[in-house]
């Protein structure tokens, strides 16, 4: 049977909060994407007249879909050339989705999005309708055929494991903003003693270039070998302006709702480097080179203001 209008109209209206909570579940924007039109296919050739609460109905359809991608995409990931890491999106991405409390902003913060792959499917999208979306354990347990008590289970267990990996305080925006601008000078200005100072003794750098841009297979780790390779990632040579088609604008602005570097040649995204910082310093880089995944950011990137950039690197 034919949509109508108005069913077509209920469907556009929760797509924002079905794309917010498949990127979750997926960590990458352009999955979101097809699993919410997956989930639009569905609803044409279901009866919606008899669908009593549509927006139960297209949770429960998107979140099978994406168990399913899940399942999938791990024995891919298996193969995936180095380290694997989410796809980013840029400040005011309407996929990052609700952020009014800590909790939701948290869920979709790119330190927690890796944190998520450690999971199981079924603790992931538990976590996620849960600590994002509020959704209470009777109607989770609706949406993944669980009893309550089992949600409730699931939940705790998933709660503890992403605790469990981040048990540090954040600092206020303001001042991550302003130790990522130090962090920069430090590193262009080739004093590893500098950038040492900044970090946490643990501290870690991963890349993500999916086989298509050189990026380490393993995680740098300990803060005077991340010192020294962001030295050398900022040093200027032209063999880099080579690999990225010219001369970098990199700015300052936020990715998943934290403080990221972004390097932009002619308009185009070629890195976002989403860093982690606690009281205690940085703890963390995760750059995201892969071009298959800074498309969206790229198109968002064109679609905002950014301003001026802090500096022109490579």
């Not at 999916?210 to 040093?235: I, N, T």
């Amino acid at each position: 049977m034919a949509l109508t209008v108005n069913d077509v109209d209920r469907f556009t209206a929760s797509r924002p909060r079905l794309e917010a909570i498949a990127y979750r579940l997926l960590g990458s924007a352009s999955e979101a994407e097809d699993a919410v039109q997956d989930t639009f296919l569905r609803w044409q050739t279901a009866d919606v007249d008899r669908i009593e609460v549509p927006e139960a109905w297209l949770t429960k359809v998107l979140t099978n879909l994406c168990l399913n991608q899940l399942t999938s995409a791990r024995a891919r990931r298996e193969t995936y050339v180095g380290e694997w890491l989410p796809e980013p999106l840029l400040a005011g991405d309407p996929m990052l989705g609700p952020a009014g409390t800590a909790e939701q902003r948290e869920s979709v913060s790119y330190a927690v999005l890796t944190l998520l792959e450690r999971l199981t499917p079924n603790e992931r999208a538990v976590y996620v309708l849960r600590e994002a979306f509020a959704y209470a354990h009777r109607e989770i347990a609706e949406i993944l055929d669980l009893t309550e008590s089992a949600s409730q289970q699931i939940f705790h267990r998933a709660k503890k494991h992403v605790a469990d990996g981040r048990s540090r305080t954040e600092v206020d925006e303001a001042a991550a903003r302003r130790i990522v601008e130090e962090f920069l000078a430090a590193a262009t200005s080739g004093q590893t003693d500098l950038l040492v100072r900044m970090l946490t003794k643990d501290a870690v750098a991963i890349g993500d270039g999916g086989g298509k841009v050189p990026a380490r297979a393993k995680a740098f780790e300990g803060a005077l070998a991340v010192a020294k390779f962001m030295r050398g990632l900022f040093k200027p040579s032209p063999a880099k302006r080579s690999l990225v088609g010219g001369s970098a604008d990199v700015h300052v602005t936020t990715a998943n709702g934290a403080p990221a570097v972004v390097a932009v040649v002619d308009g185009r995204v070629v890195g976002v480097m989403c860093l982690e910082i606690t009281a205690e310093g940085i703890v963390a880089f995760r750059s995201q080179v892969n071009p298959d995944k800074l498309h969206r950011a790229t198109g968002r990137w064109a679609a905002a203001d950014h301003g001026e950039p802090l500096y022109t690197a490579f």
